[in-house]
Every structure is written in structure tokens, then in C-alpha cells.
């Protein structure tokens, strides 16, 4: 039996995400207050440009911060679920195929973020990826590694494959031959038929003539 998971456990993103959100976002509203009481008010004139940027930050720093205190994994007493801002994602316990650990934004793993993913057996259920920085304690990475390793899976199935192209190149076997080849050296049946030598034969018929030339010789004599 496996080991069980962390149930009614909640993982929410850890504190210095959360600080690091709200200072953004106070930046970005004492930058859009600036703006907007110039466009306003007058001061120096409106900026197109100034104001959609102020905006674009605006916008962006709310929507980090609300995503530090809205998003978390939670475990129910038979799913996980991750919450995000617009929505929640819900994986059964017993429908989860596996694991797999990746570095995100295409690094390495090991170097700067890494996320964890929970794939589900059954490919109507949702695959659940999340930040390993969240506050996951030793029950969680217990669970967690217990679980099938897709990776190491997927590189044997890898290895397998690269060994049957490799046995299976054009040319590389040892040669076939026929029947009757120069150098089949077996004790079977014999190869080609190979023609009988025929020079005894016609050595034979060639004294016996000479033999007779030589008695007929005798008697004209």
C-alpha cells in the first residue's frame, strides 16, 4: 500500500511571493496615481503613451497579487484540487497516473523555478501543474515521490527504443549465403553440382589407342 496523502492539508504560494506582489503592486499604483492625476489635472499634459502603460502595470500587478493570495493545492478526502484565480481544477486521488517534475520556463531543473505535475489516468481529468515553492511540508513530498515516476518511464521507453533501431540497422548482420557457396562450411547436403574431372578418362582412351597403333605396328612388321 502506498503512503497516503497529506488530506485537508492546504499549500498556498510561500510569504516572499506575497511581499514580493504587494510591493509591485503599491509601485504600480503610486506610478498610475502620478500619471493619472497629470492626465487630469492637467499638469504637464496628457501622454497616451504613459497612461496604457500605467494601465498594462496596473492591471498586472493586481492580477499577481490576487493570484499569491487566491492560488493553493488543496487535498479533500479523496481529490487534490488547485485553485487559481479563475477557477479551480480538481484531480481524483485514485486517477492519478503519475509525476513529473520539470524546471519551468525551460531551464534546468535544480536551477531557479521548478513546477510539479500531476498527470491523471484518464485523459478527460485535468493535469494539475503548480510551483514546487509553494509551503509543501515532508507529508507532501512523501506522497509525492511515491507516486509513478513518468519521467524515468518515459526515458527506459526511450532506451528501448534507440536499442531496437540500433539492432535493427540495414547492413548490420552477418551475411547470408546460398546453397553451394565458396565458404559454407557445413555438413549438410552438397551445394552446387559441381562438374566431374574428365581428364583421366580421356588419358585412359588416349593409351589405349596408342596401344593399338603400336600392336598393329608389330604385325605389319
Known amino acids: 500500500m502506498g503512503i497516503p496523502a497529506p488530506l485537508h492539508s492546504v499549500y498556498r504560494p510561500r510569504w516572499y511571493w506575497r511581499a514580493s506582489a504587494l510591493v509591485y503592486l503599491a509601485l504600480v ?99 494539475l501543474d503548480f510551483s514546487k515553492s509553494y509551503t509543501f511540508d515532508d507529508a507532501f513530498f512523501k506522497w509525492f515521490y511515491s507516486l509513478t515516476d513518468l519521467d524515468a518511464g518515459d526515458k527506459v521507453e526511450r532506451n528501448d527504443k534507440n536499442s531496437v533501431s540500433v539492432q535493427s540497422v540495414p547492413g548490420d548482420h552477418a551475411p547470408q549465403h546460398g546453397k553451394g557457396h565458396a565458404d559454407d562450411d557445413n555438413a549438410g547436403a552438397p551445394g552446387d553440382h559441381v562438374p566431374e574431372a574428365r581428364v583421366f578418362v580421356f588419358a585412359h582412351k588416349v593409351g589405349t589407342v596408342d596401344k593399338q597403333q603400336h600392336k598393329d605396328d608389330d604385325d605389319r612388321q
Open 29 to 127: 499604483i503610486i506610478f498610475s496615481f502620478k500619471t493619472w492625476w497629470e492626465v487630469l489635472f492637467g499638469a504637464t499634459g496628457p501622454h497616451p503613451d504613459a497612461t496604457m502603460i500605467s494601465a498594462i502595470f496596473f492591471v498586472a500587478g493586481l492580477g499577481f497579487a490576487l493570484h499569491t493570495f487566491r492560488a493553493s493545492v488543496r487535498f479533500t478526502a479523496d481529490a487534490v484540487e488547485h485553485w487559481r484565480i479563475y477557477g479551480i481544477e480538481k484531480l481524483p486521488l485514485n486517477k492519478i497516473r503519475g509525476r513529473r517534475e520539470y524546471a519551468a520556463r525551460g531551464g534546468d531543473k535544480g536551477r531557479g523555478a521548478t513546477n510539479l505535475r500531476l498527470e491523471p489516468s484518464d485523459v478527460t481529468l485535468p493535469t
